[in-house]
Nanobody, 115 residues
Framework: QVQLVGSGGGWVQAGGSLRLSCAAS????????MAWYRQAPGKQRGLVAA???????AYADSAKGRFTISGDNAKNTVYLQMNSLTPEDTAVYYC?????????WGQGTQVTVSS
């Protein structure tokens, strides 16, 4: 079992930045991948960025060049640094851990970007 607690969301004006955090606890030694997803009203949840235990990263096209996913193994935390935010980035952001083929989700944190 893995427990995830996401934080760092909030309100920001277009062009601003936010950093999301996802703290993991439980069977964290078996985490293979951690990722951030987002879901805007009326839309499906979609991948934003992911990072493997080996440090490989992947990004959605909309996130490339603006967002950076990173991990701090000492703190068992994954971060999503989001820069140059636009209103289209407004969504609930969820972190996910993949452990032995099972997905574990955090509770979601709201990001609102005003124009």
């Amino acid at each position: 079992q893995v427990q995830l607690v996401g934080s760092g969301g909030g309100w920001v004006q277009a062009g601003g930045s936010l950093r999301l955090s996802c703290a993991a606890s439980g069977s964290i030694f078996s985490i293979y991948t951690m990722a951030w997803y987002r879901q805007a009203p009326g839309k499906q949840r979609g991948l934003v960025a992911a990072i493997t235990s080996g440090g490989r990263t992947a990004y959605a096209d909309s996130a490339k060049g603006r967002f950076t996913i990173s991990g701090d193994n000492a703190k068992n935390t994954v971060y999503l640094q989001m820069n140059s935010l636009t209103p289209e980035d407004t969504a609930v952001y969820y972190c996910k851990a993949v452990v032995a083929g099972s997905d574990y989700w955090g509770q979601g944190t709201q990001v609102t970007v005003s124009s």
